[in-house]
């Protein structure tokens, strides 16, 4: 059984930093690109950060580019998201998505807000 399971959100001021992780298992962590996607509330979802299986190569949405960093450690299936100079639009229910055996899979999500 494929699981994705979030964590690291939480409540934070503008401009402080937080890191998601996500925990693989049930398929092979190493072959399979990870993304990040968030949805903020009344809107859809919106994809971040895409990290390649090898972890060498990684994109970012505009959004989030120069301020996030995503990254995946392979020996122990868990790719994060390290997130700097949060600012109230960063808020958002934020999701671990691995695509394995030609199917979608989905974490619970980690709800992160930004407030002062």
């Known amino acids: 059984e494929v699981q994705l399971v979030e964590s690291g959100g939480g409540l934070v001021q503008p401009g402080a930093s937080l890191r998601l992780s996500c925990a693989a298992s049930?398929?092979?962590?190493?072959?399979?690109?990870m993304n990040w996607v968030r949805q903020a509330p009344g809107k859809g979802p919106e994809w971040v950060s895409l990290?390649?299986?090898?972890?060498?190569?990684?994109w970012y949405a505009d959004s989030v580019k120069g301020r996030f960093i995503i990254s995946r450690d392979n020996a122990k299936n868990m790719v994060y998201l390290q997130m700097n100079s949060l600012k109230p639009e960063d808020a958002a229910v934020y999701y671990c998505?691995?695509?394995?055996?030609?199917?979608?899979?989905w974490g619970q999500g980690t709800q992160v807000t930004v407030s002062s």
């Open positions: 990290i390649n299986s090898g972890g060498g190569i990684a």
């Open positions: 049930g398929f092979t962590f190493g072959n399979s690109d």
């Open positions: 998505n691995a695509v394995a055996n030609g199917l979608s899979y």
